[in-house]
């Protein structure tokens, strides 16, 4: 036996979802942070020279790599791993327990993710993609501050935005305690405390995140 | 009461199986669930139709056999317990009652309600056994042991292996089943010696058995009639991970 084989076991799987999921939730803190340098209102100053550190940055540029790898890694496992549970039960019960005995959005982390996803493609071509292809291209980075001002002036992609949110706030609230309890922290002593941090994070993250398009479509950031 | 129940009939694990519909009349309130069914039976035999299958043994909440899914819960709406000790004042005449077998692809069904739950013996032959000396038997206090240990071994050993856990669980995981069981054996001193061989035996063997991969929903702490704890499931990763991390399991 090896170490590839020990992580594909069951709990190998697991710990591949919890750990590359604590990954993910700390690139979500930091992006946070970084975007939240818009609510100064002062044109974007602060939030450009944050975005130029991290676009131009030897160091956060290697990690975006590791970050694109670990995403990768947690979508193809996650969806490997809802349908192979899927397949383990052939047939299925004609009357199920639904919310008796468990939570819908732990139940519904594969179809979260999807949505995640989903708006995460409509995200990253609106941002990502053409101020990478920019600088790739020797035009240099692009006004970030500008492209969300201008983005965010439409209905739908604010609509979009808020969807994602909260999506990504639903699967928090399972992934968040879930990542720990895979780790073996979800023992009476921690259990409480990692549920209620968990409970908090998934709410004012995808909350400020949230608050980015509204304050620029409400011109409250101008 | 009078009672329309839908029962689960399947000949065996080659053919598909379909729903029943039988009546069932004069049920008192103070029969269990498994009584119920046995006065659907004797008004099968006695009208020269085939009794309904299924496993019963202690009917006093043990021995972990009764497994009925009532209305889409395992052992029925009760909390911590068994079909056996689900009694029929919970129901209302002219109830309409769903009942099928525990479904997961590890758990093949047999007959009707009854399902081979052999794969759970798989697993336990796999690593949960301790290794003892023959001769004298020891001083029951001869090893000390912490008494919070104590007590998290007993809670974990009260699991009767009845699969409620499997059964409800969305992936068809045993998770909870196999967690117990490695918990209330490397708590004590006594499954020290093969701690590490039996995490990573028992999940290599779990997963060999077809049980799905476990995504901490918690369904089956909500259904285990024994109130098996998550907590163990947190314990069954620590194990794996530490004999994992120590090298130590390649001995297994």
Request: proline letters at 3%.
């Amino acid at each position: 036996m090896n170490w590839k084989h020990y992580f594909n076991t069951s709990i190998g799987k697991k710990l591949q979802m919890s750990l590359t999921g604590l990954f993910l939730i700390l690139f979500l803190i930091v992006h946070c942070y970084v975007n939240a340098q818009i609510f100064y209102n002062d044109g974007g100053v602060r939030f450009n020279e944050a975005a130029h550190f991290m676009g131009t940055n030897f160091l956060i540029r290697a990690i975006e790599f590791g970050l694109f790898g670990f995403l990768i890694l947690h979508i193809v496992q996650g969806l490997m791993l809802w349908s192979s549970n899927r397949a383990k039960r052939t047939n299925r019960y004609a009357v199920s327990a639904g919310n008796q005995t468990s939570k819908w959005y732990s139940r519904s982390m594969a179809l979260l993710g999807t949505l995640i996803l989903l708006f995460l493609v409509l995200h990253l071509s609106k941002f990502w993609a053409p101020n990478r292809y920019s600088q790739l291209s020797g035009n240099g980075e692009k006004n970030l501050f500008e492209m969300m001002r201008d983005e965010f002036q439409m209905s739908w992609v604010v609509i979009v935005y808020t969807f994602g949110c909260i999506s990504l706030g639903w699967h928090l609230v399972h992934g968040f305690y879930s990542s720990f309890q895979t780790l073996g922290l979800g023992t009476h002593k921690y259990k409480g405390f990692i549920k209620s941090i968990g409970i908090a994070f998934s709410i004012i993250v995808p909350l400020i995140f949230a608050a980015m398009p509204v304050a620029f479509f409400m011109q409250w950031i101008k | 009461m009078n009672l329309t129940l839908k029962v689960w009939k399947q000949k065996n694990n080659k053919t598909q199986g379909a729903f029943e519909t039988f009546k069932v009349s004069n049920i008192s309130s103070e029969m269990s669930f498994l009584e119920m069914f046995d006065v659907l039976n004797e008004q099968l035999v006695a009208e020269g139709k085939e009794p309904v299958a299924f496993d019963h043994d202690c009917r006093e909440g043990i021995c972990g056999m009764c497994s009925m899914y009532i209305n889409g819960r395992a052992h029925g709406p009760w909390t911590h317990n068994t079909t056996c000790q689900l009694h029929m004042r919970e129901y209302k005449d002219g109830d309409t009652i769903v009942v099928e077998p525990w479904r997961a692809n590890a758990f093949p069904v047999i007959k009707d309600l009854v399902v081979n739950r052999s794969s759970f013996d798989r697993i336990i032959q796999s690593g949960g056994y301790i290794s003892v000396n023959t001769g004298n038997a020891v001083d029951a206090n001869a090893l000390p042991v912490e008494k919070q240990k104590a007590d998290d071994s007993f809670a974990a050993a009260m699991c009767i292996g009845c699969g409620a856990c499997v059964a409800a669980c969305p992936n068809a995981s045993a998770m909870l089943f196999v967690s117990a069981k490695v918990s209330h054996l490397s708590l004590l001193p006594q499954g020290e010696p093969e701690r590490k061989a039996r995490a990573v035996n028992m999940v290599n063997q779990m997963d060999t058995e077809g049980f799905g991969s476990c995504t901490n929903i918690g369904a089956c702490e909500a259904e285990c009639p024994k109130g098996i704890s998550l907590e163990n499931i947190a314990r069954l990763n620590r194990e794996y991970i530490s004999a994992v991390l120590s090298g130590s399991a390649n001995s297994a």
